[in-house]
């Protein structure tokens, strides 16, 4: 369970974004919970209260880092910038003050199962290997959470 490294791409801005491509048996819909839902987001990544809207923000506790060694995070304001059930998501992620991630999801129909198309774009100050490793093992404790399976190791990605 090892996600392949990010594709980049550049954006007609000269933004650069980095994007994974996972493959799930899994059909869309359930895709779509597992990235959503807050109960099943926080089986892999983090939990959400609020009242979620285009335009709004919700609360964002990111939960995974414990399984790291690190701690639970305070709460961040989570800004929604899309959201198209159950195929398009589109969130900013305060980083700091200065800078924020942005984050855009889309999940495509594949076969009997789904493909999810996760890219971030690449803020300045960021280091690649770090912004690699981090989201390969979230992806991979994504698709953990899925099937049941154990959560990957944070030392196998580090």
């Given at each position: 369970m090892t996600a392949p490294p990010?594709?980049?791409?550049?954006?007609?801005?000269?933004?650069t974004t980095l994007v994974w491509r996972r493959e799930y048996p899994d059909p869309v819909d359930d895709v779509w919970a597992a990235i959503t839902d807050s109960e099943r987001l926080g089986r892999w990544i983090g939990t959400w209260t609020g009242e979620p809207r285009v335009g709004g923000t919700v609360a964002f506790t990111m939960t995974g880092e414990a399984d790291a060694g690190g701690e639970v995070a305070e709460p961040a304001d989570v800004r929604i910038l899309a959201c198209d059930p159950p195929r398009h998501l589109a969130v900013e992620f305060p980083e700091s003050e200065e800078r924020s991630w942005h984050l855009d999801l889309?999940?495509?129909?594949?076969?009997?199962?789904?493909?999810?198309?996760?890219?971030q774009r690449f803020?300045?100050?960021l280091e690649?290997?770090?912004?690699?490793?981090?989201?390969?093992?979230?992806?991979?404790?994504?698709?953990?959470?899925?099937?049941?399976?154990?959560?990957?190791?944070w030392d196998d990605y580090a």
């Open positions: 990010a594709e980049t791409r550049t954006d007609p801005d000269g933004t889309t999940i495509e129909p594949h076969g009997d199962g789904a493909v999810l198309l996760f890219a803020a300045d100050g690649r290997a770090d912004v690699e490793s981090g989201w390969r093992w979230y992806l991979d404790r994504l698709e953990a959470s899925l099937h049941g399976a154990p959560m990957p190791n």
